[in-house]
């Protein structure tokens, strides 16, 4: 079995955070780029946040960059990434995978919601 099972989202007011988790199945992680990737109603899937394999260099998205940061743990064949000052705009599905994406390997995602 190969997949990603994402989690930690939720709904929450502009400004507040969430810390998405991301569970790898089936293999391991440490010679892989990854990337949190995200779906609002209507819109194409955009790539958010990337982190290299070997050096940790990470990457962003502008509307994100100062907001959210990507890590992962090999160890535990973990990826996250802590949203904060969340905007309404962030409103989306967020998927994890590698990157660039592999389609065979999309999960259901976890709903981030920002709303007064």
């Known amino acids: 079995q190969l997949q990603f099972v994402e989690s930690g989202g939720g709904s929450v007011q502009p400004g507040g955070s969430l810390r998405l988790s991301c569970a790898a199945s089936g293999f391991t992680l440490d010679f892989y780029a990854l990337g949190w990737f995200r779906q609002a109603p209507g819109k194409e899937r955009e790539g958010v946040s990337c982190?290299?394999?070997?050096?940790?260099?990470?990457y962003y998205e502008d509307s994100v960059k100062g907001r959210f940061t990507i890590s992962r743990d090999n160890a535990k064949n973990m990826v996250y990434q802590q949203t904060n000052s969340l905007k309404p705009e962030d409103t989306a599905v967020y998927y994890c995978?590698?990157?660039?994406?592999?389609?065979?390997?999309w999960g259901q995602g976890t709903q981030v919601t920002v709303s007064s």
């Open positions: 982190i290299g394999s070997s050096d940790g260099s990470t």
């Open positions: 995978n590698f990157y660039p994406p592999a389609p065979r390997y």
